[in-house]
């Protein structure tokens, strides 16, 4: 499977926290310092890039979580994935953007 192929991560952190948006904030900063491409949307952040550099991408959303102190955060990762590589967030969603 090659490696560089094309994937899209849905990346959504909860805080638990009564303040979470500020911490929502410093995750979507941590996959914007990825490099990738992602798209931020009302319940989740996509990510487009390489399986493993997204993946990263995503673990790093985690982590920043953590790194601002809070006790304990739930992420949830969604995965789409080909073995010839996957569809661009564009292809995706261009017929609903015209």
Partial sequence: MDEQRIVNVGVQVLPLTEDALPIVDRAIAAIAA???RYEVGPLETVIEGPFEQALAAAKAAHLACIE??????????????GAAGGHTIDEKTAKYRA
Wanted: hydrophobic share 55%.
């Fill in 68 to 81: 601002a102190g809070v006790p304990h955060v739930v992420t949830i990762i969604k995965i789409a994935d």
């Fill in 34 to 36: 990825s490099g990738l």
